[in-house]
């Protein structure tokens, strides 16, 4: 399968604790970003990176929150010290760079958080 | 600043009947629009685009219209089936980046 890889699909935190969520991009994909969807809302926009670069993280909550996308290995997306608010699904999506023929970024599945 | 808007939360339809979802934007500087389709516990899937230089694209059943100076956009599906029953997600992005802006989302039942 060569669509992007979101991995855990389904995590479970209680509060005070760390999630982490990681997410492989297509193949041939240098471009990164996270999304989250709370419950019965849209997507929301949370950073944009490059391969060992944040290019936009307008939409990361201030605290608790981190990105990375290293030069080998997947985006991660870092939730300190947990609260129940962030329980939500986090969508990663990818593309191969600035070329917008179409625009289109492609999704992973997922990885929905529940926070005891 | 809500930068995308889908004003109908939900759409019901016949089977065979044209569904039409509806999308507006604010921010002018926006010059690519798109639909994703989005079942529950999955990742939205592309469905189809435009550039703002056109005002309609159309891919089978799916047809995307565009009204610039009404910062409007439409998503016809016909003839709708009962497998095209999911939300809806308009979004947008601007020029300087591949960032989409999404809208919140029409969730579509189309009946037998």
């Known amino acids: 399968n060569a669509g992007v890889m979101q991995n855990p699909r389904h995590l479970v935190r209680r509060r005070g604790q760390e999630a982490r969520l990681r997410c492989s991009p297509m193949k041939g994909h240098s471009h990164v970003y996270w999304y989250r969807q709370l419950p019965e809302e849209g997507l929301k926009f949370m950073v944009y990176l490059q391969k060992e670069n944040i290019i936009d993280e307008s939409g990361m909550p201030k605290e608790r929150f981190s990105a990375e996308f290293p030069k080998e290995g997947p985006s991660i997306l870092r939730i300190q010290q947990v609260v129940r608010g962030d329980s939500a699904a986090y969508f990663c999506a990818s593309s191969p760079g600035l070329t917008r023929s179409t625009g289109e970024l492609f999704f992973g599945e997922g990885s929905r958080l529940t926070v005891l | 600043d809500q930068q995308v808007k889908q004003n109908s939360p939900s759409l019901s339809v016949q089977e065979g009947r044209i569904s039409i979802l509806n999308c507006d934007y604010t921010?002018?500087?926006?010059?690519?629009f798109l639909w994703y389709k989005k079942y529950p516990a999955e990742g939205p899937t592309f469905l189809i685009s435009?550039?703002?230089?056109?005002d309609k694209n159309e891919d089978g059943r799916f047809t995307v219209f565009l009204n610039k100076s009404a910062k409007h956009l439409s998503l016809h599906i016909v003839p709708s089936q009962p497998g095209d029953s999911a939300v809806y997600f308009c979004?947008?992005?601007?020029?300087?980046?591949?960032?989409?802006?999404f809208g919140t989302g029409t969730l579509l039942a189309v009946q037998p």
């Open positions: 435009i550039s703002s230089i056109k």
């Open positions: 979004a947008a992005s601007g020029s300087a980046t591949n960032k989409l802006i």
């Open positions: 921010n002018s500087m926006f010059d690519y």
